[in-house]
């Protein structure tokens, strides 16, 4: 199972951008799809958590700026990242739950958002 995540770059506070992230190698929609970030120094959060429902949870730092979605027909979660914040720059990572079908997890490599100020 491989996750390639993108859309990351340089931008201004205030603005927007939205990652995504395509999962490969498996029949199967993992059971829950997450979005990490870590930024230089710091451990890596949560920032965002679907589940195959459609269930989200967010960290309180970014609740009613992000919002993540999935399209299990493309194998691919999104997060939609409005009003961004110099804070919110890190590197983003993908997560995928795959415990119930192959007993583990899986990340991808990460993609880095800066937000200027």
């Not at 506070?13 to 059971?31: D, E, P, Q, T």
């Amino acid at each position: 199972v491989q996750l390639q995540a993108s859309g990351g770059g340089l931008v201004q506070a205030g603005g927007s951008l939205r990652l995504s992230c395509v999962v490969s190698g498996s029949v199967f929609s993992a059971k829950v799809m997450n979005w990490y970030r870590q930024a230089p120094g710091k451990q890596r959060d949560l920032v965002a958590r679907i589940d195959s429902g459609g269930s989200t949870t967010y960290a309180d730092s970014v609740k009613g700026r992000f919002s993540i979605s999935r399209d299990n027909a493309k194998n691919t979660v999104y997060l939609q990242m409005n009003s961004l914040k110099p804070e919110d720059t890190a590197v983003y990572y993908c997560n995928a739950d795959y415990f119930l079908y192959y007993g583990r997890d899986y990340w991808g490599k990460g993609t880095l958002v800066t937000v200027s100020s």
